[in-house]
């Protein structure tokens, strides 16, 4: 993939993703996750000191090599320790029906299939089970996607494949999910880049 893409996009998304502001919505999602726990693009780590007590057992998958290293570097006695995988989530290395929560934070907007990987966590999720995400995507305005949509070619290129206008809610919806709780509304920043969607989903 090149030196940027392996070795300067993880060390930008690693500092980018410490963002202060950001931990309001971990704290609201993260920590309602329980029993076998599969996290889809660990990153550096930075959702581990959300978990709760009731994960018995947390996996995190992730393509980067460089940020399953920083995650590895920064482990604590004050935090999980998951098992790590690398790998992507077009292809969960996974059992059918052997996880209780899902977990996908700021991660949709940059995996090739989009779709494919939701349709991979409906797969590995149990019925009973349960997929917690925050992503950011395709805004409700029609003039700020038509900002999305023009500046996305550009800014995947230099964000790591990163799309700002994925419609984050049918691709959901697409993949075999209903909701438990939806909610959407922009953070601090250029509107274009700040449109969020975050809470729970459940196997349809």
């Not at 019925?127 to 500046?151: K, M």
Request: hydrophobic content about 35%.
């Amino acid at each position: 993939m090149g030196f940027y893409q392996d070795e300067i996009v993880p060390i930008l998304i690693n500092l980018t993703m410490r963002r202060r502001d950001l931990a309001a919505y971990r704290s609201r999602v993260v920590p309602s996750a329980d029993g076998r726990v599969l996290e889809i693009g660990i990153g550096s780590g930075l959702n581990l000191p959300f978990y709760s007590r009731n994960v018995k057992g947390l996996i995190g998958l992730e393509p980067s090599p460089k940020l399953l290293s920083i995650v590895r570097r920064n482990l604590g006695s004050d935090t999980p320790s998951p098992e790590l995988i690398e790998g992507s989530a077009e292809a969960i290395p996974l059992d059918t029906h052997s996880i209780d929560t899902v977990v996908t934070t700021w991660t949709l907007c940059s995996i090739p299939d989009a779709a494919l990987s939701v349709r991979e966590m409906r797969r590995v999720l149990r019925s009973t089970g349960r997929l917690l995400f925050i992503e950011h995507g395709r805004a409700a305005e029609p003039n700020v996607c038509w900002w999305q949509d023009r500046l996305t070619p550009a800014w995947k290129r230099i964000g790591g494949g990163c799309h700002l206008n994925r419609p984050i809610q049918k691709l959901i919806e697409d993949g075999g999910f209903q909701f438990d709780r939806l909610e959407t509304g922009y953070m601090r920043g250029p509107k274009p880049l700040t449109f969020m969607y975050e809470r729970s989903a459940r196997p349809r």
